[in-house]
């Protein structure tokens, strides 16, 4: 069964760090994957994606520096490192995977998680 589910959001401070996880089903081993987030009023924004492989492919200009993607082909899961975290960071943040890379310019991901709330007090 096709399946992604994210963990690690949550409740922090500006400036505090949070490590989302995104596991996946085997089915999902040569995909690429990606994070995105959606604030309240706002549209959905890819942060960061992945190749197959573990290798970067995007990284938002909003969390460059800031944040890292990263995969465990072994676990077959995906992180999101957050760092410096700033309250514009809060947004429920989903966990995507397709068959090709996955950019801010290309078809929306056909897989998707159901999402972890992440929020940034002041």
């Known amino acids: 069964q096709a399946q992604l589910v994210e963990s690690g959001g949550g409740l922090v401070q500006a400036g505090d760090s949070l490590r989302l996880s995104c596991a996946a089903s085997?089915?999902?081993?040569?995909?690429?994957m990606g994070w995105f987030r959606q604030a309240p009023g706002k549209e959905r924004e890819l942060v960061a994606s992945v190749n197959w492989g573990g290798a970067p492919t995007y990284y938002a200009d909003s969390v460059k520096g800031r944040f890292t993607i990263s995969r465990d082909t072994a676990k077959n899961t995906v992180y999101l490192q957050m760092n410096s975290l700033k309250p514009e960071d809060t947004a429920v943040y989903y966990c995507?995977?397709?068959?090709?890379?996955?950019?801010?310019?290309?078809?929306?991901?056909?897989?998707w998680g159901q999402g972890t709330q992440v929020t940034v007090s002041s």
């Open positions: 995507a995977a397709d068959s090709f890379i996955i950019l801010p310019t290309t078809p929306a991901p056909r897989y």
């Open positions: 085997r089915t999902f081993s040569m995909s690429a």
